[in-house]
């Protein structure tokens, strides 16, 4: 179990993070969603002991996070966003160094890890350092978890692995989160907040809205549609001119669009497109996710 | 236990997995033995000299006579005129003008006494001493040989008496700067790889990141230290085996007193040195910082410590900021132990003075080196 109250960080005259707030159950998977710069890698590392916060007191599983350090960093795995096993170790020797650290041995928890590490096993005599993205994740992971934590904080796991590895990488969140560990992880791509069983919407600094991903979803109040033409650049440009919107942000090969009133008058919208020159115009209305979600928080 | 053996195996793997780290372990004492202890040298042989013979005369040929003679000196050019000779010095043809004025020899059969000039090129202090000194001992050589021509004064007439001295070199007898060189390049050697490397290794786990991961397990600190250092250390008095077996085969320096305290003394020394390193490492962030401070302090220390200039002739104020130069404390105790054969007794001064700063830079470096920032 997390519990975080009211914590502070600034970094000189930079305000990091402020008013934070947010618990976690255990056994629960809770993302920190939030574009880069946005505050969750200093909530990490004041939840892993690695800086102290201002202001605020964390507890986790209860134990105090600046006073009982010593205990936390017994009872956590923390992957840092940026790899950080040694690259001229080979697989092997990784795992063995942190598990020797930790006061343990790779057999004595092998079954947690059996899952994760039997497919980086056929490499474990390869340099960390020669691996591929998505394997050193896998590896990473591995040492994260060698000493049995009942805590696991992940930042940005999944930043600069492939789709198929993170599709993997969630899978294997899910079954630890089966086997009892409680997991908090940070992401900058939001298709993977609907992976988790709560989310916090963060944006600089600031936590805007905890909830679980069908609430926060359920929770947009907009009627919503995705609007494309053969000018996608020109469209965007037309659609934040036009009189009745609310928002329009460009997602992939559409355009999300909301307007201030609450039915979307399809006809109207068309017309003022066609008077603007546009061709092949497509209105179709969508269901929210947690993107436009978070869009709409940002507005 | 455990932990740091199993740290001190890691380091071990890493060292030698680091494709830098053997040639530098390796290539460099040989290099830094071969080469500084071959070209440092303070003997100054073929000084340029320009003579200026205005006199001609039969005493101030035998005098140029001399000066030819002599292996320190080497005639580049013979002119009459002081302006030519002035001309030479600035150009660099030579380094020491001798004028040798009119009248020289008349002078000195009438009033029993003249004059010569030494022009000296002064841009290197010690080579213009040096040259002084060769130069002003042919003349005094010069000197007695006129008194004994002129007055028929021999040894033991008692109208002319001088004191003459002897001297006798002791510990290095035939002054040989090789021997007095190979233990201060020792001590340079060692004091490098301890400072660089091992302040090198700590910073570069900050620099790629994994001091992060290191810092969130419940390692000790001390654990983590004292099993990234002992390497280095091994290291490090490995090199000076490896260097003392170059200087005796090499340079067949004396090595007069005993091995173990030759050990026992860079063992603490090279404690003194790590705790140097790991300080430096954890004031900077990165390689190239921590470099710049090692280099900062490797050089003040060294030029201070006696290796090249005697610590002697240092002024007052250098001579007490020596006292906090581990480096000059090492090098007097490997100059006395290899040359002179000091025992334990004669430099337990050093040894206490080392062990208090092994002690002091230990806690220093500890305390500093914090696991949450």
Redesign the interface.
């Given at each position: 179990m997390i519990s975080v109250q009211n914590i502070k960080k600034s970094y000189g005259d930079t305000l990091a993070v402020s008013n934070i707030n947010f618990s976690v159950e255990q056994a629960e998977l809770f993302g920190l969603i939030g574009p880069d710069g946005a505050g969750k890698t200093t909530i990490f590392r004041i939840l892993t002991s690695l800086i102290l916060p201002d202001e605020g007191k964390a507890i986790l599983n209860g134990y105090d996070v600046v006073k009982d350090y010593k205990k936390i960093r017994q009872i956590i795995g923390y992957m840092p966003g940026r790899f950080s096993l040694y690259q001229d170790l080979s697989v092997e020797e990784n795992l063995n160094f942190f598990a020797t650290v930790f006061g343990t041995t790779i057999e004595e928890n092998y079954d947690l890890i059996k899952d994760i590490y039997k497919q980086i096993e056929p490499f474990k005599k390869r340099r960390a350092g020669k691996l591929s993205g998505g394997m050193k994740q896998k590896l990473a992971l591995s040492c994260a978890l060698i000493h049995k934590p009942e805590i696991l904080v992940l930042d940005e796991p999944t930043t600069g692995v492939d789709a198929v590895s993170r599709k993997e990488f969630w899978d294997m969140l899910q079954r630890l989160k089966e086997k009892g560990i409680t997991i908090l992880v940070s992401t900058p791509y939001m298709d993977e907040a609907s992976l988790c069983d709560r989310v916090a919407l963060i944006q600089n600094g600031q936590i805007m809205q905890i909830d679980t991903p069908d609430n926060i979803v359920k929770s947009f109040k907009h009627e919503l549609i995705a609007v494309k033409t053969e000018n996608m650049h020109k469209l965007l440009h037309d659609l934040r001119n036009f009189s009745d919107t609310h928002s329009a942000f460009l997602f992939g090969q559409n355009i999300h669009y909301t307007s201030i009133n609450s039915k979307i008058n399809n006809e109207e919208l068309k017309h003022y497109l066609q008077k603007n020159n546009h061709k092949n115009i497509e209105i179709n209305k969508i269901q929210a996710n947690i993107e436009d979600c978070f869009m709409e928080l940002m507005t | 236990m455990?932990?740091i053996k199993?740290i001190i195996q890691?380091e071990f793997?890493?060292i030698f997995?680091?494709k830098s780290m053997l040639p530098m372990i390796f290539v460099i004492p040989l290099v830094q033995l071969l080469v500084l202890v071959n070209a440092a040298t303070f003997e100054i042989k073929n000084i340029d000299l320009i003579i200026v013979d205005k006199d001609l005369s039969s005493t101030s040929r035998q005098l140029t006579a001399k000066f030819n003679g002599s292996a320190f000196f080497n005639v580049v050019k013979t002119t009459f005129s002081v302006q030519q000779a002035e001309d030479y010095l600035y150009q660099d043809i030579g380094d020491l003008v001798l004028v040798i004025p009119q009248n020289f020899e008349k002078q000195l059969v009438k009033n029993q006494k003249a004059d010569i000039q030494l022009l000296i090129n002064a841009i290197d202090g010690v080579v213009a001493g040096l040259s002084n000194y060769y130069a002003t001992s042919i003349i005094a050589g010069l000197n007695k040989e006129v008194i004994t021509r002129w007055y028929g004064v021999s040894k033991g007439n008692s109208a002319y008496k001088q004191i003459s001295i002897q001297y006798s070199h002791w510990y290095n007898p035939e002054l040989n700067y090789k021997t007095f060189m190979v233990p201060g390049i020792l001590v340079l050697l060692i004091t490098n790889i301890g400072l660089f490397l091992a302040g090198m290794n700590l910073v570069r786990e900050k620099e790629?990141?994994?001091?992060?991961?290191?810092?969130?397990?419940?390692?000790k600190k001390h654990h983590f230290i004292i099993g990234k250092l002992i390497p280095f250390w091994i290291i490090s008095l490995f090199e000076l085996a490896l260097g003392l077996i170059i200087g005796k085969l090499v340079f067949d320096i004396p090595i007069i007193g005993s091995l173990w305290l030759v050990f026992s003394v860079t063992a603490i020394y090279m404690l003194v040195v790590l705790a140097i390193g790991l300080f430096i490492s954890t004031i900077t962030e990165n390689q190239l910082q921590a470099m710049f401070f090692a280099f900062f302090f490797n050089l003040v220390f060294i030029l201070m410590s006696g290796l090249f200039t005697a610590v002697e002739s240092m002024p007052t104020w250098g001579q007490i900021l020596n006292k906090i130069n581990p480096i000059a404390y090492f090098i007097r105790v490997m100059r006395m132990v290899l040359l002179k054969g000091s025992t334990f007794i004669d430099i337990l001064p050093e040894i206490i003075s080392l062990s208090m700063f092994a002690v002091l830079m230990f806690s220093l470096a500890v305390w500093n080196y914090r696991?949450?920032?």
């Open positions: - | 455990r932990t199993f890691k793997k890493q997995r680091n790629i990141g994994t001091i992060e991961q290191i810092n969130v397990t419940p390692i696991k949450t920032s």
